[in-house]
């Protein structure tokens, strides 16, 4: 049990609530007239140029007025959601939606990009806002609002989305329209999950039990099918005969979504109704694990399920897929832009997301060289170089990595160092404790995440320098391990958190020894970029770059990549399809060759080089000298969240100059993902 409460405190709480940041009862109805006056101008899009010129983020990109193309037959205006400014306080911020009664024409296991990118802006809208002059009674404001302007009616919440929230409630809306879909007359029925603003709902994030479905997430999903039980029912008079259900969430919410839908799917119905699976419309965006992966693989039946979320998301890797956890469903990724042949459809998000307009969103884009990049872009792994001690300093190394090949190591590290039984035993209430402490009263959750960030970045300041040297000396790694958990441990006690002192703190010393600090620099070095792929407007702008409504082409990810490990005395020169240089080795070390492909040195030496699934590429090996040369290829299947090998060879080299040309072929295999 190494690696329990250091990981959950560390990478769960920091990281999940900058993620978030930004990221039998009564019910309330709402007549159609509370929608605001807030939709004054005609819905646009806009071409941009770029300002060249360094920046952290921040700057203004002027404005061109020619639109873009867009399709005219659906109904364009405008929703709002809940996100951050640049000095991290909320807001409402608006984008744009195109609606379509024509989504809801075909088989809900089509997948509809167009609707994919509406269910989004829906599920958003549901987010609580941020306007704080509505008070938590009236917090579902923007999905009343948008659901309004699209035509539904007797829009009602539960109980749990008219209160602040507590650890396990979850705030559910629905609402329900006449539409024809094929020469027939539907009752459309819109459900929606609060996925984002629901403060304690946290520890229900973090409450995974000892087995079954991931217990806080399947409080939430019973609560909603309770809640849209009663609504049908007290509603039936008011339906047609056939009825189709639209369904959505966001990320807690789209775990409680993925749940939710599987049960009415597999029965077929819920209250009084009964609905076909292909009339069971389900579109979950940036969505944890919550499924035992037997209870997937007995219901192979959820391809009306649509889960949304980036390859490098860790909410994504959460709980660990190592448990056994999984989705209904079919997943369909937002690859990172090194597992693109042509990275053009990832560059395309930079258009979108700066145009969403919400401060977050604005700051995810960079600059680099008078260029406009994503923040993703800038993640490395980060090691520690040195530890001097005239002068005093500690030096960093930073190299190239995959983000997600690294969230990949951190949560198999967690899965294989406790297991869930452990974990539900020993850390939830720690973890719900200091969750409890960080998302009560405003300004909290900053509060606590710089509290935590300060006191561990403080082992590497120039003052500890040479006590880090000396114990580095004299203890090694469990040295190290002991001072950063004492800053940690003594940083919780501050906080006046009810723990077991001496056993925590031996966890945290057997924890931090056990990861190394190189996974902790990473961590911590790439924190804006690992939050930044599970804001909501990341996904959204993805969705837009793949919508024809916004001038999009759709393109459909394969859900894979490839993994060279290449060892021995030999210079590597990788070429792709068009015989463009991407990935250069001399003596071991990458050269810079302005490619977007990741590659990098491994800690014992072997060059590591990462190549998407959907091109082909050319591997030149040339000796630099006598000796063996060891070459694996490995195909990761983000369905399957493991490796396979797909070759291993080794080769004598007796000479310099002698050479060896390796075919890395399109990746062909089954990337199937339903569930």
């Not at 889960?307 to 937002?334: C, E, K, M, Q």
């Not at 490990?565 to 020169?573: C, F, L, Q």
């Not at 369905?639 to 060896?660: D, R, T």
């Amino acid at each position: 049990m190494t690696l329990n409460r250091l990981l959950l405190v560390i990478c769960k709480l920091i990281l999940f609530a900058v993620i978030v940041s930004g990221c039998g009862a009564d019910n309330a109805q709402f007549d159609s007239d509370l929608s605001t006056d807030r939709h004054t101008t005609p819905f646009e899009t806009h071409e941009y140029i770029y300002i060249d010129e360094p920046s952290t983020g921040t700057q203004e990109y002027e404005y061109l007025d020619e639109p873009a193309p867009l399709r005219t037959t659906a109904l364009a205006g405008y929703f709002y959601f809940s996100s951050h400014k640049f000095d991290g306080t909320g807001a409402d911020f608006s984008a744009g939606f195109f609606w379509d009664e024509a989504y809801f024409s075909n088989p809900a296991s089509l997948y509809n990009p167009s609707l994919a990118t509406m269910t989004l802006a829906f599920a958003m809208s549901a987010f609580a806002s941020n306007d704080n002059a509505i008070g938590e009674a009236t917090q579902a404001r923007n999905a009343i609002d948008l659901l309004t302007q699209i035509g539904f009616s007797d829009i009602e919440l539960n109980y749990y989305f008219t209160m602040a929230p507590h650890e396990d409630s979850m705030g559910v809306i629905a609402a329900h329209k006449t539409i024809e879909a094929n020469g027939e007359s539907y009752t459309l029925i819109a459900i929606s999950t609060r996925g984002s603003g629901y403060g304690m709902e946290w520890a229900g994030n973090l409450t995974m039990g000892t087995e079954g479905y991931h217990e806080g997430f399947n409080r939430a999903a019973e609560e909603t099918y309770r809640f849209i039980a009663d609504y049908i029912n007290r509603h039936r008079e008011s339906l047609c005969d056939n009825i189709k259900l639209w369904i959505t969430g966001y990320s807690r919410g789209a775990a409680v979504t993925n749940l939710f839908a599987a049960w009415v799917t597999q029965a077929e119905g819920i209250g009084d109704i009964n609905v076909e699976k292909e009339n069971i419309f389900t579109y979950t965006f940036a969505s944890p694990r919550a499924v035992p992966a037997y209870k997937v693989e007995m219901h192979p039946v959820h391809t009306n399920i649509h889960n949304v979320l980036s390859t490098a998301d860790l909410v994504g890797f959460i709980a660990p897929p190592a448990w056994g956890f999984g989705r209904y469903g079919i997943d369909h990724f937002i690859p990172e832009r090194g597992l693109l042949g042509d990275p053009a459809a990832f560059d395309s998000i930079l258009y979108f997301l700066y145009g969403l307009g919400a401060d977050r969103a604005k700051a995810a884009v960079l600059s680099a060289n008078g260029q406009p990049i994503h923040v993703t872009q800038t993640f490395r792994a980060a090691r520690l170089g040195g530890i001097n001690i005239i002068p005093p300093g500690v030096s960093m190394v930073y190299t190239n990595t995959l983000m997600s090949s690294f969230l990949l190591e951190i949560t198999n590290n967690l899965a294989e160092s406790v297991d869930q039984n452990e974990y539900a035993e020993t850390v939830e209430g720690l973890v719900r404790a200091i969750l409890a402490l960080a998302l009560v009263g405003e300004g909290r959750t900053d509060f606590v995440i710089d509290f935590f960030a300060s006191n561990l970045l403080s082992i590497l300041s120039l003052e500890n320098a040479l006590e880090i040297g000396l114990i580095f000396a004299t203890d090694g790694m469990r040295g190290l391990g002991e001072l950063a958990a004492r800053y940690l441990y003594e940083g919780i006690v501050e906080l006046e958190i009810d723990i077991d002192g001496p056993n925590f703190l031996e966890v945290l010393i057997d924890a931090i020894t056990y990861i190394g600090p190189d996974n902790f620099l990473t961590f911590f070095y790439n924190i804006e970029a690992l939050a930044s792929v599970h804001h909501p407007e990341f996904v959204l702008a993805w969705l837009m770059s793949q919508d024809s409504n916004f001038g999009g082409t759709f393109t459909e990810f394969a859900p894979a990549y490839r993994k060279l490990n290449i060892y021995g005395p030999a210079d590597v020169k990788v070429y792709d399809a068009s015989g463009r240089l991407a990935a250069w080795f001399i003596n071991s070390e990458p050269q810079d060759v302005e490619s977007h492909i990741v590659s990098s040195v491994g800690a014992t030496g072997e060059m590591i080089i990462y190549l998407p699934a959907d091109m082909a590429y050319t591997v030149e090996i040339t000796a630099s000298g006598a000796g063996i040369l060891y070459f694996t290829h490995m195909i990761f299947c983000f369905m399957l969240m493991e490796y396979s090998l797909y070759e291993s060879w080794s080769e004598a080299f007796s000479a310099y100059g002698e050479a060896i040309t390796v075919p890395i072929p399109i990746y062909a295999g089954n990337l199937d993902t339903e569930a």
